[in-house]
């Protein structure tokens, strides 16, 4: 299953955003952010409680702008692997989901779906 996330000039170089869908036990919570051009998804939960990494609405980078980071307690997570290099969780990573570009949307390859119907 294919999600358009947002036009993909919507999230610049350096960036970071949220997405949700669903709710209750069925929410699902996405972070994309873009590095030297690339794109990089992951879930939306920390390794060390599971919450989410946004304190508040798309804040997910640390003040450099360099790691994403856990507003709980903040662990810093490298942007291109998710691996977590500072905090409580420090040697654990994020979970990486697949996103592409297709007709300049930005959209999320959702693996637990494809998963879920084999
Ligand atoms: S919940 Fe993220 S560092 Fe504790």
Same mark, same amino acid.
């Given at each position: 299953?294919? $999600?358009? =996330?947002? !036009?993909?000039?919507?999230l610049?170089?350096g960036g970071?955003r %949220?997405? @949700? /869908?669903g709710?209750?036990?069925?929410?699902?919570?996405?972070?994309?952010?873009?590095?030297a051009?690339?794109?990089?998804a992951?879930?939306?939960a920390c390794?060390?409680?599971?919450?989410?990494?946004?304190?508040l609405?798309? $804040?997910? =980078?640390? !003040?450099?702008?360099?790691?994403?980071?856990?507003?709980?307690h %903040?662990a @810093? /997570?490298?942007?291109e692997?998710g691996?977590?290099?500072d905090?409580?969780c420090v040697?654990?990573s994020?979970?990486?989901?697949a996103?592409?570009?297709?007709?300049?949307?930005?959209?999320l390859?959702?693996?637990?779906?494809?998963?879920?119907?084999?």
């Open positions: 299953m294919r $999600r358009p =996330l947002c !036009r993909a000039e919507d610049p170089e970071a %949220g997405f @949700r /869908f709710s209750g036990p069925d929410l699902e919570a996405v972070v994309v952010a873009r590095k051009g690339a794109l990089f992951y879930d939306n390794p060390h409680l599971g919450t989410p990494l946004d304190f609405p798309d $804040r997910f =980078l640390d !003040r450099g702008g360099t790691h994403l980071l856990c507003g709980t %903040g @810093r /997570f490298r942007i692997d691996y977590c290099v905090g409580p040697g654990k994020l979970r990486r989901l996103v592409t570009v297709e007709a300049g949307e930005i959209v390859v959702d693996q637990r779906v494809r998963l879920r119907s084999i």
